[in-house]
């Protein structure tokens, strides 16, 4: 059996564990190279890291936990100096996929060969605009350069933009744009950070007028679009089911989900620290788990969570939505499905191959 083939069974296996988490966001550095004006990252960095070795003994424990899936983000992930080792050793054990600026992705390419997804984010189609939302010139620049490296290396590159109101009105087209050329894309959703708990894990989402979407009827018509595109595109990678809770959101003002934060999914920082979520108190330490899992604690922590409506991140609504062992399979089986590109690589290039997928 090629090892990809055991990951997939090991994937599908642990999707199908009841009570376990499916899904990790791991911030494995708070450093950033860009100044993007909807976020606090860059500007609260911290030097500090977790060593080589505790992140890979973490992703281990993550593995016992019942981890499938783990995205590997920041900060920029790959300015860490053994990116290669940690994406390496992730691939082998999750569906694993790096964020990246656009920025470091082309440097570190060997690092990226046996990642399920490389995301990256671009904004606008309109440099000067995309340039103006992550406060670097050049950004999109670089980014597009890369997208189109990593898609001629085989790399499997989605585009990731953040819908806000400043590109609500051009998501459809950037969608077209990228999709043409056979790049798949997934949405990020500006959100900011509503409580400002000082002991919040850390901060992301930072407040500003010009990024709050207000117009709820275009947002929510953007979701029927998609929804639409969705039917003969397959590189929409969005769910229906997220867009018809995204609408729902902005139309009704109705969450058609409880919070799985903790349940679902976690978060870990570049301490080791975890959380439900970033904004909420961290609540152990990556090491104390899986004994602390089924803790009163945490069991008193889930049931919070559930009743809290106090974002409204993309990422952690897809969680929690598709957060049954059966919804669990379903993602991860999708997920190998929408990766066909990859499968398609390895059809062609790697079909005997040992590689992980
Ligand atoms: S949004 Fe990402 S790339 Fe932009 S400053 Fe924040 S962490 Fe860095
Ligand atoms: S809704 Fe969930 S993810 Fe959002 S802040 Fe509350 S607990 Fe965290």
Not at 192 to 207: A, E, P, V, Y
Not at 216 to 245: F, G, S, V, Y
């Amino acid at each position: 059996m090629t090892s990809s083939i055991k990951k997939a069974a090991a994937v599908a296996a642990r999707s199908l564990l009841p009570r376990k988490p499916h899904h990790a966001q791991w911030m494995i550095t708070r450093r950033c190279n860009y100044r993007c004006l909807g976020c606090n990252v860059w500007k609260e960095q911290d030097q500090r890291e977790l060593p080589t070795e505790d992140v890979k003994r973490g992703l281990d424990i993550l593995k016992d936990l019942g981890i499938a899936e783990i995205v590997l983000s920041g900060g920029d992930p790959l300015l860490r100096e053994d990116a290669e080792e940690i994406i390496e050793h992730a691939s082998k054990l999750f569906i694993t996929t790096v964020y990246d600026n656009g920025s470091m992705a082309a440097k570190k390419i060997e690092a990226l060969r046996n990642v399920d997804f490389v995301a990256i984010s671009i904004d606008s189609l309109d440099p000067e605009k995309n340039d103006y939302m992550k406060g670097v010139p050049g950004a999109w620049e670089t980014a597009v350069e890369t997208v189109e490296t990593l898609h001629k290396e085989g790399i499997n590159v989605a585009v990731t933009p953040t819908i806000s109101k400043l590109n609500l009105h051009e998501i459809v087209d950037i969608t077209n744009h990228f999709s043409q050329k056979g790049i798949p894309l997934w949405y990020c959703l500006y959100s900011f950070d509503m409580i400002s708990d000082t002991n919040q894990l850390f901060r992301i989402g930072k407040m500003n007028d010009e990024f709050v979407i207000t117009d709820n009827q275009a947002m929510a018509k953007l979701c029927d679009t998609l929804i639409e595109m969705k039917k003969k595109d397959r590189n929409i990678l969005i769910t229906t089911k997220l867009l018809k809770a995204v609408k729902n959101l902005y139309l009704n003002d109705k969450r058609n989900w409880n919070c799985r934060a903790l349940d679902n999914f976690l978060v870990v920082d570049h301490l080791g620290r975890i959380a439900g979520c970033h904004i909420h108190k961290f609540a152990s330490s990556i090491f104390d788990l899986p004994k602390i899992w089924k803790s009163q604690e945490f069991n008193s922590l889930r049931k919070t969570y559930r009743e809290c409506k106090q974002c409204t991140y993309l990422c952690y609504i897809f969680y929690s939505l598709h957060g049954s062992p059966y919804g669990n399979l379903t993602l991860a089986r999708d997920q190998w499905k929408n990766a066909r590109f990859l499968l398609k690589k390895n059809n062609s290039k790697h079909l005997n191959s040992a590689k992980p997928q």
